[in-house]
């Protein structure tokens, strides 16, 4: 039988209008929409990359609009292996909201067994920065957000290496996680399989894309 492909859930946050959305259409069908497209619910996909040969898959969430209410539900949440925190480069307040969004990120994730990977995610590369890369890289040093990637949902600029990278950090993690489960000496007591066994059948109760 074949081995599973390793599955990571991602999902977007961020204020309104800085183009959630737009990344989540660029990824699901390679298109870009020039007007607002509020109405489209919370969705998710599914996107697969290559890394070091090995095929890794991206289950991609996005938000009903709520974000707006901060209504956002706990199984948006559930099982996320990475945060996508974005702002838009042209307009500074969004950058600065994000730190609301990173304590809400922490809460929410407060009790899942493993740390969830923070990302700060600057979109609209192709319009006029008005955010310095040193007030993104300050954010992240303080809220322990481990990369800070810069992009276009509009012409798709940085989106194949934003992908590559959070996919090979990802792996990464999970491999260094597998090994300490099998050095730990608490090895005997809590069975990796089991629990991995587990979190796939929630998976399925809960995420319609993986
Ligand atoms: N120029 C430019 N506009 C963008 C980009 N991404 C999104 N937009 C526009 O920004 C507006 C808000 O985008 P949307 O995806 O609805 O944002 P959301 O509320 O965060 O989901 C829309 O008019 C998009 O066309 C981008 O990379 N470049
Ligand atoms: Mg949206």
């Given at each position: 039988m074949a081995a599973k492909k390793p599955t990571f859930k991602l999902v977007l946050l961020g204020e309104v209008g800085v183009g959630k959305t737009s990344l989540f259409l660029r990824l699901k069908d390679g298109t870009f929409l020039e007007d607002s497209h509020a109405s489209i619910g919370v969705d998710c996909c599914e996107t697969a990359v290559s890394v070091e040969g090995e095929e890794v898959r991206l289950c991609v969430w996005d938000t009903a609009g709520v974000e707006r209410f901060r209504t956002l539900t706990q199984g948006y949440y559930r099982h996320a292996d990475a945060v996508l925190l974005v702002y838009s480069l042209p307009d500074s307040a969004t950058l600065r909201m994000l730190t609301s969004w990173v304590r809400e990120v922490n809460d929410r994730t407060v009790m899942?067994?493993?740390p969830v990977l923070k990302i700060i995610v600057g979109n609209k590369s192709d319009l006029e920065h008005r955010t310095s890369e040193q007030a993104a890289a300050e954010l992240a040093a303080a809220f322990g957000c481990e990369l800070v990637l810069q992009v276009s949902a509009r012409t798709g600029e940085g989106m194949k290496e934003a992908l590559q990278v959070i996919a090979g950090k990802l792996l990464a993690r999970s491999r260094e996680r597998k090994r300490s489960h099998l050095t730990s000496p608490a090895s005997d007591d809590v069975s990796p399989l089991t629990l991995h066994r587990?979190?796939?059948?929630?998976?399925?109760?809960?995420s319609r894309c993986c």
């Amino acid at each position: 039988m074949a081995a599973k492909k390793p599955t990571f859930k991602l999902v977007l946050l961020g204020e309104v209008g800085v183009g959630k959305t737009s990344l989540f259409l660029r990824l699901k069908d390679g298109t870009f929409l020039e007007d607002s497209h509020a109405s489209i619910g919370v969705d998710c996909c599914e996107t697969a990359v290559s890394v070091e040969g090995e095929e890794v898959r991206l289950c991609v969430w996005d938000t009903a609009g709520v974000e707006r209410f901060r209504t956002l539900t706990q199984g948006y949440y559930r099982h996320a292996d990475a945060v996508l925190l974005v702002y838009s480069l042209p307009d500074s307040a969004t950058l600065r909201m994000l730190t609301s969004w990173v304590r809400e990120v922490n809460d929410r994730t407060v009790m899942s067994n493993t740390p969830v990977l923070k990302i700060i995610v600057g979109n609209k590369s192709d319009l006029e920065h008005r955010t310095s890369e040193q007030a993104a890289a300050e954010l992240a040093a303080a809220f322990g957000c481990e990369l800070v990637l810069q992009v276009s949902a509009r012409t798709g600029e940085g989106m194949k290496e934003a992908l590559q990278v959070i996919a090979g950090k990802l792996l990464a993690r999970s491999r260094e996680r597998k090994r300490s489960h099998l050095t730990s000496p608490a090895s005997d007591d809590v069975s990796p399989l089991t629990l991995h066994r587990r979190d796939t059948t929630e998976r399925r109760q809960t995420s319609r894309c993986c």
